[in-house]
Protein backbone atom coordinates (compact mmCIF):
# COMPACT_ATOMS: atom_id res chain seq x y z
CA UNK A 1 0.00 0.00 0.00
CA UNK A 2 1.41 3.19 -1.29
CA UNK A 3 0.69 6.02 1.67
CA UNK A 4 2.60 8.85 -0.16
CA UNK A 5 4.12 10.23 -3.05
CA UNK A 6 6.88 11.75 -1.24
CA UNK A 7 9.71 9.93 -1.35
CA UNK A 8 10.63 8.41 2.02
CA UNK A 9 14.32 9.83 2.24
CA UNK A 10 12.64 12.94 1.76
CA UNK A 11 9.84 12.95 4.82
CA UNK A 12 12.51 13.33 7.58
CA UNK A 13 13.52 16.42 6.61
CA UNK A 14 10.37 18.04 6.52
CA UNK A 15 9.26 16.52 9.58
CA UNK A 16 12.29 18.51 11.22
CA UNK A 17 11.51 21.54 9.73
CA UNK A 18 7.47 21.39 11.03
CA UNK A 19 9.43 20.91 14.25
CA UNK A 20 11.16 23.75 14.36
CA UNK A 21 8.06 25.90 13.19
CA UNK A 22 6.76 24.08 16.36
CA UNK A 23 9.12 25.22 18.90
CA UNK A 24 10.56 21.67 19.62
CA UNK A 25 13.73 19.83 19.02
CA UNK A 26 12.28 16.70 18.38
CA UNK A 27 9.01 14.47 18.06
CA UNK A 28 8.46 10.93 19.70
CA UNK A 29 5.80 8.76 16.65
CA UNK A 30 4.45 5.70 18.40
CA UNK A 31 2.76 3.19 16.38
CA UNK A 32 -0.56 3.35 17.20
CA UNK A 33 -3.49 6.07 16.23
CA UNK A 34 -5.74 8.48 18.26
CA UNK A 35 -7.45 5.02 19.72
CA UNK A 36 -4.07 3.45 20.12
CA UNK A 37 -5.41 0.28 18.48
CA UNK A 38 -2.59 -2.20 16.78
CA UNK A 39 -4.17 -2.26 13.36
CA UNK A 40 -4.53 1.13 12.30
CA UNK A 41 -6.06 2.99 9.20
CA UNK A 42 -3.83 4.29 6.22
CA UNK A 43 -4.35 8.32 7.38
CA UNK A 44 -2.88 7.18 10.61
CA UNK A 45 0.42 4.94 9.40
CA UNK A 46 2.33 8.11 10.91
CA UNK A 47 5.07 5.60 11.45
CA UNK A 48 5.28 3.84 8.28
CA UNK A 49 5.02 6.87 6.42
CA UNK A 50 7.93 8.65 8.21
CA UNK A 51 10.31 5.34 8.83
CA UNK A 52 9.41 3.38 6.12
CA UNK A 53 8.76 0.39 9.29
CA UNK A 54 5.46 -1.10 8.60
CA UNK A 55 5.38 -3.98 11.70
CA UNK A 56 2.41 -4.16 13.93
CA UNK A 57 4.54 -2.41 17.01
CA UNK A 58 7.15 0.43 17.74
CA UNK A 59 8.11 3.94 17.77
CA UNK A 60 10.55 6.19 16.11
CA UNK A 61 12.11 9.40 17.49
CA UNK A 62 13.56 11.90 15.78
CA UNK A 63 16.01 15.28 16.68
CA UNK A 64 18.10 17.32 14.96
CA UNK A 65 20.70 15.19 14.04
CA UNK A 66 20.03 11.98 14.68
CA UNK A 67 16.71 9.45 14.91
CA UNK A 68 15.86 6.11 15.58
CA UNK A 69 13.13 3.07 15.42
CA UNK A 70 12.50 0.96 17.72
CA UNK A 71 10.67 -2.13 18.10
CA UNK A 72 10.77 -5.29 19.78
CA UNK A 73 11.86 -9.02 18.91
CA UNK A 74 9.12 -9.74 16.60
CA UNK A 75 11.04 -7.37 14.11
CA UNK A 76 14.12 -6.88 14.32
CA UNK A 77 15.09 -7.52 10.71
CA UNK A 78 12.31 -6.51 9.47
CA UNK A 79 13.44 -3.08 10.86
CA UNK A 80 16.87 -3.73 9.17
CA UNK A 81 14.74 -4.34 5.56
CA UNK A 82 12.42 -1.47 5.46
CA UNK A 83 13.86 1.40 7.53
CA UNK A 84 16.95 3.55 5.84
CA UNK A 85 20.13 2.68 7.57
CA UNK A 86 21.40 6.33 6.57
CA UNK A 87 18.37 7.78 7.98
CA UNK A 88 17.51 6.21 11.37
CA UNK A 89 19.07 3.63 14.16
CA UNK A 90 17.34 0.60 14.67
CA UNK A 91 16.90 -0.18 18.56
CA UNK A 92 15.20 -3.34 20.47
CA UNK A 93 13.12 -1.39 22.65
CA UNK A 94 13.34 -4.11 25.46
CA UNK A 95 17.17 -4.23 25.43
CA UNK A 96 17.75 -0.43 24.36
CA UNK A 97 14.40 1.54 25.95
CA UNK A 98 13.50 4.69 24.20
CA UNK A 99 14.42 6.48 27.70
CA UNK A 100 17.79 5.47 27.36
CA UNK A 101 17.86 6.47 23.88
CA UNK A 102 16.80 10.15 24.65
CA UNK A 103 18.75 10.50 28.09
CA UNK A 104 21.79 9.68 25.73
CA UNK A 105 21.05 12.15 22.76
CA UNK A 106 18.67 14.90 24.03
CA UNK A 107 19.95 16.52 27.23
CA UNK A 108 18.15 20.11 27.46
CA UNK A 109 16.04 19.57 24.85
CA UNK A 110 12.15 19.71 24.17
CA UNK A 111 10.71 17.11 22.33
CA UNK A 112 7.14 17.04 21.26
CA UNK A 113 4.68 14.16 21.58
CA UNK A 114 0.70 14.06 19.76
CA UNK A 115 -1.09 13.93 23.41
CA UNK A 116 -3.86 12.13 21.27
CA UNK A 117 -1.59 9.40 20.42
CA UNK A 118 -0.42 8.48 23.69
CA UNK A 119 -1.14 7.18 26.43
CA UNK A 120 0.41 7.55 30.29
CA UNK A 121 1.87 4.54 30.15
CA UNK A 122 3.93 5.62 27.27
CA UNK A 123 4.78 8.63 28.12
CA UNK A 124 6.24 7.42 32.10
CA UNK A 125 8.09 4.54 29.98
CA UNK A 126 9.89 7.39 27.67
CA UNK A 127 10.47 10.47 30.49
CA UNK A 128 14.61 10.69 30.64
CA UNK A 129 16.47 13.02 32.98
CA UNK A 130 16.93 16.50 31.61
CA UNK A 131 14.49 16.30 28.92
CA UNK A 132 11.09 17.92 28.22
CA UNK A 133 8.62 15.95 27.45
CA UNK A 134 5.93 18.54 25.35
CA UNK A 135 2.44 17.97 24.56
CA UNK A 136 1.69 19.45 21.14
CA UNK A 137 -1.76 20.80 19.86
CA UNK A 138 -0.22 20.07 16.29
CA UNK A 139 1.16 16.83 14.97
CA UNK A 140 4.30 17.82 12.68
CA UNK A 141 4.09 14.75 10.75
CA UNK A 142 0.57 15.29 9.71
CA UNK A 143 1.64 18.58 8.96
CA UNK A 144 4.20 17.45 6.79
CA UNK A 145 2.50 14.44 5.24
CA UNK A 146 0.53 16.71 2.52
CA UNK A 147 -1.31 13.78 0.83
CA UNK A 148 -2.19 11.86 3.57
CA UNK A 149 -5.22 9.59 2.97
CA UNK A 150 -9.09 10.39 4.23
CA UNK A 151 -9.88 9.22 7.44
CA UNK A 152 -12.42 5.91 7.31
CA UNK A 153 -16.27 6.93 6.77
CA UNK A 154 -17.59 3.32 6.47
CA UNK A 155 -21.38 2.85 8.50
CA UNK A 156 -21.68 1.15 12.00
CA UNK A 157 -22.91 -2.02 11.74
CA UNK A 158 -24.62 -3.92 14.75
CA UNK A 159 -23.21 -7.15 16.10
CA UNK A 160 -26.84 -9.24 16.83
CA UNK A 161 -27.64 -10.18 20.52
CA UNK A 162 -27.58 -14.05 18.91
CA UNK A 163 -23.82 -13.68 18.52
CA UNK A 164 -22.44 -11.47 21.29
CA UNK A 165 -24.54 -13.56 23.69
CA UNK A 166 -25.28 -10.52 25.90
CA UNK A 167 -26.94 -7.16 25.20
CA UNK A 168 -25.70 -3.65 25.61
CA UNK A 169 -27.98 -2.69 27.87
CA UNK A 170 -26.98 -5.55 30.04
CA UNK A 171 -23.32 -4.99 29.34
CA UNK A 172 -23.86 -1.11 30.39
CA UNK A 173 -25.91 -2.30 33.69
CA UNK A 174 -23.04 -4.63 34.63
CA UNK A 175 -20.01 -1.48 34.32
CA UNK A 176 -22.18 0.60 35.70
CA UNK A 177 -23.04 -0.85 38.94
CA UNK A 178 -18.53 -1.42 39.11
CA UNK A 179 -18.48 2.31 38.43
CA UNK A 180 -21.41 3.30 41.32
CA UNK A 181 -19.06 0.29 43.65
CA UNK A 182 -16.18 2.77 43.00
CA UNK A 183 -17.67 6.07 43.58
CA UNK A 184 -17.47 6.81 39.89
CA UNK A 185 -19.33 8.94 37.38
CA UNK A 186 -18.73 7.91 34.51
CA UNK A 187 -15.91 6.42 32.34
CA UNK A 188 -13.79 7.44 29.15
CA UNK A 189 -14.21 4.62 26.76
CA UNK A 190 -10.86 5.28 23.93
CA UNK A 191 -10.32 1.58 23.25
CA UNK A 192 -12.41 0.36 19.87
CA UNK A 193 -12.34 -3.09 20.94
CA UNK A 194 -13.75 -1.91 24.22
CA UNK A 195 -16.55 0.22 22.81
CA UNK A 196 -17.13 -2.79 20.17
CA UNK A 197 -18.15 -5.09 23.00
CA UNK A 198 -20.06 -2.87 25.06
CA UNK A 199 -22.45 -1.16 22.41
CA UNK A 200 -22.65 -4.49 20.22
CA UNK A 201 -21.13 -2.72 17.27
CA UNK A 202 -18.91 -3.77 14.89
CA UNK A 203 -17.29 -1.90 11.23
CA UNK A 204 -14.31 -1.91 8.76
CA UNK A 205 -12.47 1.22 9.72
CA UNK A 206 -9.10 -0.99 9.82
CA UNK A 207 -8.23 -3.50 8.21
CA UNK A 208 -8.72 -7.25 9.83
CA UNK A 209 -10.57 -6.05 12.91
CA UNK A 210 -13.83 -5.24 12.39
CA UNK A 211 -14.24 -1.75 14.16
CA UNK A 212 -15.58 1.48 14.28
CA UNK A 213 -13.76 4.27 15.29
CA UNK A 214 -15.02 6.58 17.75
CA UNK A 215 -14.75 7.29 21.79
CA UNK A 216 -17.60 6.75 23.99
CA UNK A 217 -18.65 8.16 27.84
CA UNK A 218 -20.32 5.52 29.83
CA UNK A 219 -22.14 6.70 32.74
CA UNK A 220 -23.17 5.44 36.62
CA UNK A 221 -26.61 5.87 35.35
CA UNK A 222 -26.01 2.88 32.40
CA UNK A 223 -26.52 5.77 29.58
CA UNK A 224 -23.61 6.07 27.34
CA UNK A 225 -22.78 8.19 24.53
CA UNK A 226 -20.90 7.40 21.34
CA UNK A 227 -18.88 9.97 19.55
CA UNK A 228 -18.68 9.02 15.65
CA UNK A 229 -20.17 11.19 12.93
CA UNK A 230 -23.97 10.52 12.97
CA UNK A 231 -24.09 10.00 9.35
CA UNK A 232 -22.43 6.86 9.86
CA UNK A 233 -24.80 5.45 11.85
CA UNK A 234 -28.33 4.20 9.97
CA UNK A 235 -31.21 4.43 11.37
CA UNK A 236 -32.19 0.70 11.86
CA UNK A 237 -28.46 0.68 13.85
CA UNK A 238 -29.76 4.00 16.23
CA UNK A 239 -32.69 2.19 16.92
CA UNK A 240 -31.34 -0.63 17.73
CA UNK A 241 -28.97 1.20 20.02
CA UNK A 242 -31.84 2.54 21.56
CA UNK A 243 -32.42 6.25 23.66
CA UNK A 244 -30.19 5.25 26.22
CA UNK A 245 -26.90 5.76 23.60
CA UNK A 246 -26.75 9.28 22.32
CA UNK A 247 -24.63 9.57 18.78
CA UNK A 248 -22.95 12.35 18.88
CA UNK A 249 -20.44 14.00 16.75
CA UNK A 250 -16.66 13.75 17.45
CA UNK A 251 -16.41 17.72 17.44
CA UNK A 252 -18.87 17.26 20.95
CA UNK A 253 -16.24 15.39 22.58
CA UNK A 254 -13.99 18.64 24.16
CA UNK A 255 -17.52 20.39 25.46
CA UNK A 256 -18.95 16.69 26.66
CA UNK A 257 -16.21 16.12 29.06
CA UNK A 258 -16.40 19.50 30.26
CA UNK A 259 -19.23 18.73 31.30
CA UNK A 260 -18.16 16.51 33.49
CA UNK A 261 -16.75 19.45 35.58
CA UNK A 262 -16.72 17.98 39.42
CA UNK A 263 -17.49 14.53 38.35
CA UNK A 264 -15.22 11.23 39.20
CA UNK A 265 -13.94 9.98 35.74
CA UNK A 266 -12.44 6.64 35.73
CA UNK A 267 -9.68 6.42 32.66
CA UNK A 268 -7.61 3.96 31.85
CA UNK A 269 -3.88 4.74 31.51
CA UNK A 270 -2.73 2.27 29.32
CA UNK A 271 -5.30 2.86 26.58
CA UNK A 272 -6.71 6.14 26.50
CA UNK A 273 -4.77 9.21 25.52
CA UNK A 274 -3.49 11.68 27.72
CA UNK A 275 -5.40 14.48 25.97
CA UNK A 276 -8.13 13.24 28.28
CA UNK A 277 -7.22 13.54 31.16
CA UNK A 278 -5.59 16.91 30.63
CA UNK A 279 -8.96 17.99 29.22
CA UNK A 280 -11.05 16.52 32.16
CA UNK A 281 -8.57 18.32 34.48
CA UNK A 282 -8.75 21.47 33.16
CA UNK A 283 -12.42 21.21 33.03
CA UNK A 284 -12.46 20.83 36.92
CA UNK A 285 -13.38 16.93 36.85
CA UNK A 286 -11.53 14.55 39.21
CA UNK A 287 -9.68 11.71 37.10
CA UNK A 288 -9.45 8.83 38.41
CA UNK A 289 -7.08 6.24 37.00
CA UNK A 290 -8.51 2.87 36.87
CA UNK A 291 -8.59 -0.23 34.27
CA UNK A 292 -11.12 -0.32 31.73
CA UNK A 293 -14.13 -1.93 33.17
CA UNK A 294 -15.13 -3.40 29.58
CA UNK A 295 -11.39 -5.51 29.39
CA UNK A 296 -11.93 -8.37 31.25
CA UNK A 297 -15.41 -9.21 30.57
CA UNK A 298 -14.65 -9.00 26.79
CA UNK A 299 -12.09 -11.19 27.57
CA UNK A 300 -14.33 -13.68 29.66
CA UNK A 301 -16.66 -15.37 26.92
CA UNK A 302 -19.70 -16.15 27.43
CA UNK A 303 -21.74 -19.82 26.35
CA UNK A 304 -22.66 -17.96 23.09
CA UNK A 305 -19.12 -16.75 22.15
CA UNK A 306 -17.27 -19.96 22.94
CA UNK A 307 -20.13 -21.78 20.48
CA UNK A 308 -19.10 -19.25 17.99
CA UNK A 309 -15.29 -19.60 18.19
CA UNK A 310 -16.00 -23.41 18.05
CA UNK A 311 -17.91 -22.86 15.11
CA UNK A 312 -15.55 -20.59 13.44
CA UNK A 313 -12.92 -23.01 14.19
CA UNK A 314 -14.65 -25.44 12.49
CA UNK A 315 -14.85 -23.95 9.49
CA UNK A 316 -11.25 -23.03 9.84
CA UNK A 317 -10.66 -26.14 9.88
CA UNK A 318 -12.39 -27.46 6.59
CA UNK A 319 -10.43 -24.54 5.00
CA UNK A 320 -6.95 -25.63 6.31
CA UNK A 321 -7.63 -29.39 5.07
CA UNK A 322 -8.41 -28.11 1.40
CA UNK A 323 -5.28 -25.93 1.96
CA UNK A 324 -2.79 -28.03 3.06
CA UNK A 325 -3.81 -30.65 1.08
CA UNK A 326 -3.62 -28.84 -1.93
CA UNK A 327 -0.11 -27.69 -1.44
CA UNK A 328 0.76 -31.53 -1.02
CA UNK A 329 -0.85 -31.83 -4.14
CA UNK A 330 0.81 -29.18 -5.87
CA UNK A 331 4.20 -29.67 -4.47
CA UNK A 332 6.91 -26.78 -5.42
CA UNK A 333 6.59 -23.76 -7.64
CA UNK A 334 4.25 -21.45 -5.69
CA UNK A 335 4.58 -18.07 -4.40
CA UNK A 336 4.40 -17.40 -0.91
CA UNK A 337 2.13 -14.74 -1.87
CA UNK A 338 0.12 -17.32 -4.59
CA UNK A 339 -0.12 -19.42 -0.77
CA UNK A 340 -1.82 -17.00 0.98
CA UNK A 341 -4.65 -16.02 -1.90
CA UNK A 342 -5.16 -19.53 -2.05
CA UNK A 343 -5.60 -20.23 1.49
CA UNK A 344 -8.01 -17.09 1.72
CA UNK A 345 -9.67 -18.65 -1.11
CA UNK A 346 -10.48 -21.95 0.59
CA UNK A 347 -11.79 -19.79 3.68
CA UNK A 348 -14.00 -17.70 1.10
CA UNK A 349 -15.32 -21.33 0.55
CA UNK A 350 -17.14 -20.40 3.56
CA UNK A 351 -20.38 -17.73 2.82
CA UNK A 352 -19.64 -16.97 6.74
CA UNK A 353 -16.07 -15.82 5.99
CA UNK A 354 -15.30 -12.17 6.40
CA UNK A 355 -11.68 -12.05 5.22
CA UNK A 356 -8.53 -12.82 7.10
CA UNK A 357 -7.80 -11.59 10.99
CA UNK A 358 -3.91 -10.35 10.26
CA UNK A 359 -1.73 -10.56 7.15
CA UNK A 360 -0.99 -14.40 6.75
CA UNK A 361 2.67 -14.85 7.75
CA UNK A 362 3.59 -17.00 4.85
CA UNK A 363 7.17 -17.53 4.71
CA UNK A 364 9.46 -20.10 2.84
CA UNK A 365 13.05 -21.41 4.45
CA UNK A 366 15.14 -18.70 5.91
CA UNK A 367 11.75 -16.01 5.69
CA UNK A 368 9.89 -17.99 8.70
CA UNK A 369 13.34 -17.26 10.64
CA UNK A 370 10.95 -13.62 10.73
CA UNK A 371 8.21 -13.91 13.56
CA UNK A 372 6.45 -11.59 11.95
CA UNK A 373 7.06 -11.92 8.31
CA UNK A 374 5.07 -10.63 5.93
CA UNK A 375 5.61 -11.60 1.82
CA UNK A 376 5.31 -9.32 -0.67
CA UNK A 377 4.95 -9.59 -4.64
CA UNK A 378 7.61 -9.36 -6.51
CA UNK A 379 10.18 -9.85 -3.56
CA UNK A 380 8.60 -13.24 -2.62
CA UNK A 381 10.45 -16.74 -1.89
CA UNK A 382 8.90 -19.87 -4.25
CA UNK A 383 8.08 -22.95 -2.45
CA UNK A 384 11.00 -24.97 -3.29
CA UNK A 385 12.07 -28.95 -2.47
CA UNK A 386 13.85 -29.50 0.70
CA UNK A 387 12.25 -26.27 2.02
CA UNK A 388 9.99 -26.01 5.67
CA UNK A 389 7.06 -23.78 4.94
CA UNK A 390 5.34 -21.79 7.93
CA UNK A 391 1.69 -20.83 7.49
CA UNK A 392 0.03 -18.53 10.43
CA UNK A 393 -2.79 -17.17 9.41
CA UNK A 394 -6.31 -16.37 11.03
CA UNK A 395 -10.31 -15.82 9.82
CA UNK A 396 -12.87 -13.53 10.94
CA UNK A 397 -16.22 -14.67 11.30
CA UNK A 398 -19.53 -13.02 12.17
CA UNK A 399 -19.20 -15.12 15.65
CA UNK A 400 -15.39 -15.51 16.08
CA UNK A 401 -12.03 -14.98 15.36
CA UNK A 402 -9.12 -17.40 14.28
CA UNK A 403 -5.30 -17.62 14.80
CA UNK A 404 -3.73 -21.07 13.85
CA UNK A 405 -0.05 -21.65 12.55
CA UNK A 406 1.66 -24.93 10.93
CA UNK A 407 4.65 -25.78 10.01
CA UNK A 408 5.66 -28.14 6.79
CA UNK A 409 8.39 -29.98 5.45
CA UNK A 410 8.13 -30.09 1.34
CA UNK A 411 10.29 -32.01 -0.19
CA UNK A 412 10.98 -35.56 -2.07
CA UNK A 413 13.53 -36.33 0.63
CA UNK A 414 13.14 -36.58 4.18
CA UNK A 415 13.49 -33.97 6.29
CA UNK A 416 17.09 -33.36 8.62
CA UNK A 417 17.29 -34.69 11.63
CA UNK A 418 18.76 -31.85 13.27
CA UNK A 419 14.92 -29.80 11.42
CA UNK A 420 12.85 -32.84 13.06
CA UNK A 421 14.12 -32.11 16.43
CA UNK A 422 13.64 -29.03 16.66
CA UNK A 423 10.02 -29.31 15.29
CA UNK A 424 9.38 -32.00 17.50
CA UNK A 425 10.74 -30.40 20.41
CA UNK A 426 7.90 -27.18 19.84
CA UNK A 427 5.43 -29.38 19.58
CA UNK A 428 6.22 -30.93 23.03
CA UNK A 429 5.84 -27.94 24.07
CA UNK A 430 2.59 -27.37 22.39
CA UNK A 431 1.05 -30.28 23.65
CA UNK A 432 2.54 -29.84 27.38
CA UNK A 433 0.73 -26.40 27.57
CA UNK A 434 -2.53 -28.08 26.15
CA UNK A 435 -2.39 -30.73 28.59
CA UNK A 436 -1.80 -28.87 31.47
CA UNK A 437 -4.52 -28.50 34.67
CA UNK A 438 -3.50 -25.61 37.08
CA UNK A 439 -5.63 -24.18 40.04
CA UNK A 440 -7.78 -22.11 39.50
CA UNK A 441 -5.76 -18.37 40.03
CA UNK A 442 -3.03 -18.64 37.82
CA UNK A 443 -1.66 -16.17 35.74
CA UNK A 444 -0.67 -17.41 32.35
CA UNK A 445 3.06 -16.38 32.92
CA UNK A 446 3.22 -19.34 35.45
CA UNK A 447 2.57 -21.59 32.79
CA UNK A 448 4.64 -20.11 29.84
CA UNK A 449 7.77 -22.17 30.54
CA UNK A 450 5.75 -25.43 29.96
CA UNK A 451 5.95 -24.09 26.41
CA UNK A 452 9.29 -23.52 26.62
CA UNK A 453 11.11 -26.46 28.75
CA UNK A 454 11.99 -29.22 25.95
CA UNK A 455 13.68 -26.28 23.87
CA UNK A 456 15.85 -25.40 26.84
CA UNK A 457 16.95 -28.74 27.18
CA UNK A 458 18.62 -28.60 23.57
CA UNK A 459 19.74 -25.34 24.12
CA UNK A 460 17.35 -23.44 21.94
CA UNK A 461 14.50 -21.09 22.54
CA UNK A 462 12.26 -18.26 21.55
CA UNK A 463 12.29 -14.16 21.38
CA UNK A 464 8.20 -14.07 21.92
CA UNK A 465 5.17 -14.52 23.95
CA UNK A 466 3.83 -18.20 23.96
CA UNK A 467 -0.40 -17.12 23.84
CA UNK A 468 -2.46 -14.00 23.63
CA UNK A 469 -6.02 -13.53 24.13
CA UNK A 470 -8.52 -13.49 20.96
CA UNK A 471 -11.40 -11.54 20.27
CA UNK A 472 -15.09 -12.77 19.25
CA UNK A 473 -15.58 -11.45 16.20
CA UNK A 474 -12.87 -8.63 17.51
CA UNK A 475 -8.70 -8.31 17.32
CA UNK A 476 -7.19 -11.45 17.00
CA UNK A 477 -4.69 -9.78 19.45
CA UNK A 478 -6.52 -9.21 23.60
CA UNK A 479 -5.83 -8.25 26.78
CA UNK A 480 -5.59 -8.76 29.66
CA UNK A 481 -4.36 -12.48 29.49
CA UNK A 482 -1.35 -13.93 27.94
CA UNK A 483 0.95 -16.88 27.94
CA UNK A 484 4.46 -15.18 28.33
CA UNK A 485 7.39 -14.92 30.58
CA UNK A 486 6.45 -11.39 31.27
CA UNK A 487 4.99 -11.40 34.63
CA UNK A 488 0.83 -10.30 33.98
CA UNK A 489 -0.63 -10.40 36.88
CA UNK A 490 -4.13 -11.81 35.22
CA UNK A 491 -5.44 -14.98 36.23
CA UNK A 492 -6.81 -17.46 33.51
CA UNK A 493 -10.13 -17.77 33.90
CA UNK A 494 -13.07 -20.59 32.26
CA UNK A 495 -14.23 -18.37 28.73
CA UNK A 496 -11.09 -16.90 28.33
CA UNK A 497 -9.41 -17.93 24.87
CA UNK A 498 -5.73 -17.68 24.65
CA UNK A 499 -3.10 -19.06 21.33
CA UNK A 500 -0.61 -22.07 22.52
CA UNK A 501 2.51 -21.22 19.51
CA UNK A 502 5.76 -21.93 20.68
CA UNK A 503 8.34 -21.75 18.24
CA UNK A 504 11.98 -22.22 17.14
CA UNK A 505 13.85 -19.99 14.69
CA UNK A 506 16.90 -20.85 12.98
CA UNK A 507 18.26 -17.26 11.21
CA UNK A 508 19.21 -18.07 7.71
CA UNK A 509 17.15 -21.33 7.75
CA UNK A 510 13.84 -21.66 8.89
CA UNK A 511 11.04 -21.06 10.90
CA UNK A 512 9.10 -23.63 13.12
CA UNK A 513 6.09 -22.78 15.14
CA UNK A 514 2.75 -24.66 16.11
CA UNK A 515 -0.26 -22.41 16.80
CA UNK A 516 -3.35 -23.50 18.14
CA UNK A 517 -6.38 -21.59 20.05
CA UNK A 518 -7.03 -22.70 23.91
CA UNK A 519 -10.85 -21.94 25.54
CA UNK A 520 -9.78 -22.16 29.45
CA UNK A 521 -12.28 -24.14 30.89
CA UNK A 522 -13.12 -25.90 34.55
CA UNK A 523 -11.01 -28.92 35.05
CA UNK A 524 -12.57 -32.56 35.34
CA UNK A 525 -9.99 -33.56 37.66
CA UNK A 526 -11.41 -35.62 40.54
CA UNK A 527 -10.67 -35.78 43.87
CA UNK A 528 -8.81 -32.04 44.31
CA UNK A 529 -9.13 -29.80 47.44
CA UNK A 530 -9.21 -26.54 45.15
CA UNK A 531 -10.97 -25.75 41.49
CA UNK A 532 -8.67 -26.38 39.04
CA UNK A 533 -8.61 -25.06 35.51
CA UNK A 534 -7.93 -26.70 32.21
CA UNK A 535 -7.67 -26.21 28.35
CA UNK A 536 -10.15 -27.09 25.66
CA UNK A 537 -8.13 -27.19 21.91
CA UNK A 538 -10.34 -24.96 19.48
CA UNK A 539 -8.46 -25.53 16.12
CA UNK A 540 -8.59 -28.67 14.41
CA UNK A 541 -5.70 -29.41 11.62
CA UNK A 542 -3.07 -31.34 11.12
CA UNK A 543 0.33 -31.65 12.58
CA UNK A 544 2.74 -32.38 9.61
CA UNK A 545 4.03 -35.86 10.53
CA UNK A 546 7.06 -35.33 7.94
CA UNK A 547 8.85 -33.04 10.42
CA UNK A 548 7.88 -35.65 13.46
CA UNK A 549 11.00 -37.29 15.52
CA UNK A 550 8.35 -40.19 17.14
CA UNK A 551 11.19 -41.09 19.11
CA UNK A 552 11.38 -38.05 20.86
CA UNK A 553 8.19 -38.07 21.94
CA UNK A 554 7.00 -40.07 25.19
CA UNK A 555 3.96 -42.39 25.76
CA UNK A 556 1.67 -39.65 27.00
CA UNK A 557 2.47 -37.06 24.11
CA UNK A 558 2.10 -39.68 21.67
CA UNK A 559 -1.07 -40.63 22.85
CA UNK A 560 -2.50 -37.14 23.00
CA UNK A 561 -1.11 -36.36 19.31
CA UNK A 562 -2.83 -39.62 18.01
CA UNK A 563 -6.52 -38.73 19.69
CA UNK A 564 -5.56 -35.16 18.49
CA UNK A 565 -5.23 -36.07 15.01
CA UNK A 566 -8.35 -38.89 15.28
CA UNK A 567 -10.40 -35.84 16.58
CA UNK A 568 -9.31 -33.79 13.46
CA UNK A 569 -10.42 -36.40 10.99
CA UNK A 570 -13.66 -37.06 13.27
CA UNK A 571 -14.58 -33.51 12.77
CA UNK A 572 -13.14 -32.50 8.99
CA UNK A 573 -13.45 -35.28 6.99
CA UNK A 574 -17.67 -35.10 6.84
CA UNK A 575 -17.00 -31.98 5.17
CA UNK A 576 -14.54 -32.24 3.00
CA UNK A 577 -14.42 -34.29 -1.04
CA UNK A 578 -13.01 -37.59 -1.13
CA UNK A 579 -9.83 -36.03 -2.34
CA UNK A 580 -9.20 -34.07 0.82
CA UNK A 581 -10.63 -37.38 3.07
CA UNK A 582 -7.57 -39.58 1.13
CA UNK A 583 -5.50 -36.60 2.60
CA UNK A 584 -6.61 -36.66 6.01
CA UNK A 585 -6.83 -40.56 6.58
CA UNK A 586 -3.14 -40.00 5.69
CA UNK A 587 -2.18 -37.24 7.94
CA UNK A 588 -3.99 -38.35 10.79
CA UNK A 589 -3.10 -42.08 10.80
CA UNK A 590 -1.65 -42.91 14.26
CA UNK A 591 1.81 -42.04 14.82
CA UNK A 592 4.18 -45.50 16.71
CA UNK A 593 7.28 -45.68 18.36
Known sequence: MKLSSIPLNERPALVRKACVTHGVAGFIIPRGDEYLGEYV???????????????SAGLAIILPAVACVFSDGRYTVQMEEQVPADLWERRHVVLEPASDWLSAHAQGQKVGYDPRLVSQSMLDAWKAPNVELVPMAINPIDSAWSDRPAAPAGPVQVQPDDLAGESSASKRARLASALKQAAQDAMIIADCTSLA????????DVPMTPLVHGYGILHASGKAELFVDPVR?????????????????????????????????????????????TTLENAGAQVSCGGDLCTLPKAIKNSVEQDGARRAHALDGVALARFLQSVEKSGTGLHETDLVSRLDGVRALAAEYRGQSFDAISAVGPNGAYPHYRAEIG??????????????????????????TRT????????????REAFTRVLKGNIALSRVRFPVGTPGYRLDALARSALWEAGLDY??????????????????????????????????????????????????????????????????????????????TPIDRNLIDVELLD????????????????????????????WLEKA??????
Not at 43 to 54: I, K, N, Q, V
Not at 409 to 415: I, Q, S, Y
Open 41 to 55: APCSERLAWLTGFTG
Open 197 to 204: WLLNIRGN
Open 233 to 277: VPVLVSGVLGEDVSIRHPSELEARLAALSGKSVRVDPTTTPVWFS
Open 379 to 404: RDRILEDGSVYLIDSGGQYPFGTTDI
Open 408 to 419: LWVGRNPAPQHV
Open 463 to 540: DHGTGHGIGSYLSVHEGPQNISPAPRPTALQPGMIVSNEPGYYEPGQYGIRIENLLLVKESTIQGSAKPFLEFEVLSF
Open 555 to 582: EVELKWLNDYHAEVQRRVSPHVDTDVQS
Open 588 to 593: CAPLKH
